[in-house]
């Protein structure tokens, strides 16, 4: 490998983070579409809400990527910057249609179709809670503009009229957002299960069965990865000499000095016992050797309770693109083994000529 595309890959964000932006970016040209289809129909007697809002909000969508483009703001602000402003348009064209209302027409027009979408979407920009504060403000605020107008704006003689579908469109917001919710919380439910099944709950790493998921998306992917095991030196005698409850305490410490040496993009677990199994973005023996230096003396001189510091033993093996995990593991726990036998607190890399600066 160059030194010219390897650098490149390190600079590359990760695979979920190149996803959402092309989520993003589907949803800034729907969006887009949207609105260009929705000025077009009213073409050329255009709304005067809808003739600088909805180019307003095309903006605010290109920009957004833009910026997202360059860096300057997250997913999630982009994400929550462009859900604020969809919620205050749907919000001003509520208050806004009541105005242009005629006797012969007293119903609500079709962009309170799009309060549905609102409060669906809460749901998937926050977490639960917050989803359903979000989407009880709009529903409030949308229940204060409807009770306004019915009150000073809609004729005396025409209320009744337009009472049964302003109530409509509040129930049917108050029945998704109590459907979301629950919805909400049984997803949270699920998904605290499923970290609890995919946690060691002694360290707080992820378990074998994580590292093994992990593993399997990046072989799907044909994504190239770094993959590192270390056991602990002489474990046995840390449960001997300072009792069970010390060695628990030595492998929480251990993983919380290795977590702090972690690319971005990492994931460390616990493989068994006193192994530990690392996937990192691929990397070059030029910054991997040197990381891997730092842990182990952090590692040395660490004190955990009453033990002084532990050694491992570290391999390290690099997978090709949509390579069988097991392999690159056997690689690696090969190469752990040959610093066992080489008198230990070493690193080996399996594969030298992947890692190598070229």
């Not at 600079?11 to 077009?40: E, I, S, Y």
């Not at 969809?86 to 079709?110: C, D, G, I, K, P």
């Not at 509040?170 to 949270?188: D, F, K």
């Not at 093994?212 to 994504?223: D, S, Y």
Request: glycine share 6%; proline share 4%; net charge positive.
């Amino acid at each position: 490998m160059t030194q010219s595309s390897t650098s490149t890959s390190m600079a590359d964000p990760p695979p979920w983070v190149l996803r959402q932006h092309r989520m993003f970016t589907w949803l800034v040209w729907l969006g887009a579409l949207a609105c260009a289809a929705a000025l077009g129909s009213q073409y050329p007697r255009l709304d005067p809400l809808d003739v600088w809002a909805l180019p307003a909000l095309v903006l605010t969508l290109l920009v957004l990527r833009v910026m997202l483009g360059q860096a300057t703001v997250s997913i999630g602000t982009a994400v929550h910057v462009t859900f604020i402003s969809t919620a205050t348009y749907v919000l001003l064209a509520l208050n806004h249609q009541f105005s242009v209302l005629t006797v012969q027409s007293m119903a609500l027009m079709e962009n309170t179709y799009w309060f549905a979408v609102i409060y669906v979407a809460a749901f998937l920009v926050y977490e639960p809670r917050k989803a359903v504060g979000a989407a009880g403000v709009i529903l409030g605020l949308a229940t204060f503009i409807c009770v306004l107008n019915m009150l000073l704006v809609v004729p005396p003689a025409a209320r009744l009229q337009l009472l049964g579908p302003c109530a409509q469109f509040l129930l049917v917001g108050a029945v998704l957002t109590l459907i979301q919710a629950t919805l909400g919380v049984q997803r949270t439910q699920f998904q605290a299960a499923r970290a609890a099944a995919l946690t060691d709950p002694l360290t707080g790493l992820a378990n074998r069965r994580a590292a093994e998921e992990r593993l399997t998306r990046l072989t799907q992917n044909a994504e190239t990865y770094t993959l590192i095991l270390f056991d602990l030196d002489h474990f046995k005698r840390v449960n001997d000499m300072h009792g069970h409850a010390m060695g628990d305490l030595v492998l929480r410490g251990v993983a919380d000095v290795a977590r702090r040496h972690l690319p971005e993009g990492s994931l460390m677990a616990r493989w068994g016992g006193e192994e530990f199994l690392l996937i990192l973005p691929e990397q070059r023996d030029k910054h991997l050797r040197p990381m891997l230096d730092r842990l182990r003396a952090d590692l040395r001189h660490h004190r955990y309770g009453t033990v002084n510091g532990v050694t491992a033993c570290f391999g390290v093996a690099t997978a090709s693109p949509a390579e069988d995990p097991t392999a690159v593991v056997e690689r690696a726990d090969l190469a752990m083994y040959r610093v066992k036998q080489q008198g230990r607190n070493d690193v080996h890399l399996a594969d030298l000529r992947r890692t190598h600066v070229s």
